[in-house]
């Protein structure tokens, strides 16, 4: 079956704005988490959700930074007034139940902030 | 809190040869460990998932162990390839469940 899938790929956006990265998890899993990967560093944890409910959000790095997740599927990350330091690969995971499932990612959204 | 330790952080081996990655963790109450694979500029792929109940799982050339008493993990690759160059990370769950925890990966890379 489909895997789980990211928007877009790139993102090229200038300092100040707004942004939006998506992600579609795998049909039936619960669980969605977002991570960041920034250059040379190594996977941080920003949010899980569990259904539509965010139980563990102690990862968002400033309150710049917020997630949604509707319908128990789609879940987009919001960054807003986009900082230099921003600039990561943004990666999408999925599991059933908890993160002690296994987790299957996605390709990750590639935000480059100029 | 759990950390999670992988040495070293790059390893280039001629084509052919096994090797071993490794990977350590501060607290052994685990739930299981994973070892990923990440190409570059791509995402993460799953090679093995080893529940803490066993002590080893294997899936073609790759056979993963599990030490939880020792807080030690090991990825052997058999006949090493090119194709096989790429970052490897382990991961463990949180006590919370909510999240893994990464360690920093091993660069691998096979030399033809």
């Known amino acids: 079956g489909a895997g789980v899938s990211q928007s877009p790929s790139n993102k090229v956006t200038e300092k100040g704005k707004d942004v939006e990265l998506r992600c579609d998890p795998i049909?039936?899993?619960?669980?969605l988490y977002w991570y960041r990967q920034s250059l040379g560093q190594g996977l941080e944890f920003l949010i899980y959700f569990q259904g539509n409910s965010a139980p563990d959000k102690s990862g968002l790095p400033s309150d710049r930074f917020s997630a949604e997740r509707t319908g128990g599927s789609v879940s987009t990350l919001t960054i807003q007034r986009t900082q230099q330091e921003d600039s990561a690969v943004y990666l999408c995971?999925?599991?059933?139940?908890?993160?002690?499932?296994?987790?299957?990612f996605g390709p990750g959204t590639r935000l480059t902030v100029t | 809190k759990q950390e999670v330790t992988q040495i070293p952080a790059a390893l280039s081996v001629p084509e052919g040869e096994n090797l071993v990655l490794n990977c350590s963790f501060t607290?052994?109450?685990?739930?299981?460990l994973q070892w990923f694979r990440q190409d570059p500029g791509k995402g993460l792929t799953s090679l093995l998932l080893i529940q803490s109940s066993q002590r080893e799982q294997t899936s073609g050339r790759l056979n993963a162990s599990l030490d939880k008493s020792s807080g030690r993990s090991t990825l052997y690759i058999a006949a090493s390839q090119p194709g096989d160059s790429a970052t490897y990370l382990c991961a463990i769950p949180d006590s919370s469940a909510s999240k893994i925890i990464f360690g920093s990966g091993t660069r691998l890379s096979i030399r033809p």
């Open positions: 995971a999925s599991s059933f139940g908890t993160a002690e499932e296994k987790q299957y």
């Open positions: 607290d052994s109450a685990i739930y299981n």
């Open positions: 049909s039936g899993h619960t669980a």
